[in-house]
């Protein structure tokens, strides 16, 4: 997926999201362990390119929202490869 066409990311279904999310934490709450659970189902295929970079750097940056990030990273280097 090319990280300059923001049409061809995935969208999260949102029942998927409001069943996570309780009404007393925010639907972000388990972000990270939902995307583990997708790459440990789909092997990487399912998932955005910023997703993939979110997994490497959720290690590196444990407390922060690497979202950003790896978005900024795509749009300056293009594509995982040149990350």
């Given at each position: ?46 998932l ?10 959720f ?20 594509d995982?490869?040149?990350?």
């Amino acid at each position: 997926m090319s990280a300059s066409d923001p049409q061809s990311e995935p969208r999260p279904d949102p029942r998927s999201v409001a069943e996570s999310a309780s009404p007393t934490q925010p639907h972000f709450h388990g972000h990270r362990d939902r995307l583990r659970a997708r790459f440990a189902e789909t092997g990487g295929e399912g998932l955005a390119d910023y997703e993939l970079l979110e997994l490497a750097l959720f290690r590196s940056i444990p407390r922060r929202d690497v979202k950003p990030l790896a978005k900024a990273l795509l749009a300056r280097f293009g594509d995982t490869a040149r990350v």
